[in-house]
């Protein structure tokens, strides 16, 4: 399992971005697929969910009507669009998949929302 983040970089207050996780040696379409991230200092946490088929996304609350999760299996890439982004965002932002028992994360691409 290979998991690729790119998209990340430094903007201001009320931009947006569009993050994307590169996937492969897996079978993409088959599995549910997340976005976490980690703040300096903080433990990582969860920031969205997508099914299998796309048909079910959930967002932590924190995010909710500013992110959006997105999947295109045709290139077993993920996205997370990220708009209205506000400084308590910023930090490296991973993509996830749980096959089995087993987590694997990519190395994450840096968010920093500063003015």
């Known amino acids: 399992v290979q998991l690729v983040e790119s998209g990340g970089g430094l903007l201001q207050p009320g931009g947006s971005l569009r993050l994307s996780c590169a996937a492969s040696?897996?079978?993409?379409?088959?599995?549910?697929m997340s976005w976490y991230r980690e703040a300096v200092g903080k433990e990582r946490e969860w920031v969205a969910s997508?099914?299998?088929?796309?048909?079910?996304?959930n967002y932590a609350d924190s995010v909710k009507g500013r992110f959006t999760i997105s999947r295109d299996d045709a290139k077993s890439t993920l996205y997370l669009q990220s708009d209205s982004l506000k400084p308590e965002d910023t930090a490296l932002y991973y993509c996830?998949?749980?096959?089995?028992?087993?987590?694997?994360w990519g190395q994450g691409t840096q968010v920093t929302v500063s003015s």
């Open positions: 996830n998949v749980n096959i089995g028992f087993i987590a694997s």
């Open positions: 040696g897996f079978t993409f379409s088959s599995y549910d």
């Open positions: 997508i099914s299998s088929t796309g048909g079910v996304t």
